[in-house]
Nanobody, 118 residues
Framework: LRLAAGVGGGSVQAGGSAKLSCKAS???????????MGWYRQAPGKQRELVAEITSGGTINYQDSVKGRFTISRDNAKKMMYLQMNGLGPEDTAVYYC?????????WGEGTLVTVSS
């Protein structure tokens, strides 16, 4: 199983938007649909934190600081997961990681740096 980050992120002006993508491979569709998936981020000098997730039951949860600004979504047919980020601020600067939890094991994509300048 492999998670590959797509093109997205980079440098963004405060108030701007960015969209991250993550493609899962080596996973059958039913496993993709039923797995818990999410986006995490790690800012410099801080611990990795959950930003948004889609639970195995399909429930979507967001970290309070991104509610109303970020949207997590997925395309089951493409085995893709996305994070649309709007209203970005300097506090959102971090390396963003996609994650799938399958059979209690965590799989991580390579990180994508998002830098928000004021």
């Amino acid at each position: 199983l492999r998670l590959a980050a797509g093109v997205g992120g980079g440098s963004v002006q405060a108030g701007g938007s960015a969209k991250l993508s993550c493609k899962a491979s080596g996973m059958i569709l039913s496993t993709f649909i039923s797995s818990r998936m999410g986006w995490y981020r790690q800012a410099p000098g801080k611990q990795r934190e959950l930003v948004a997730e889609i639970t195995s039951g399909g429930t979507i949860n967001y970290q309070d600081s991104v509610k109303g600004r970020f949207t997590i979504s997925r395309d089951n047919a493409k085995k893709m997961m996305y994070l649309q980020m709007n209203g970005l601020g300097p506090e959102d600067t971090a390396v963003y990681y996609c994650n799938h939890k399958v059979n209690s094991r965590d799989y991580w994509g390579e990180g994508t740096l998002v830098t928000v300048s004021s």
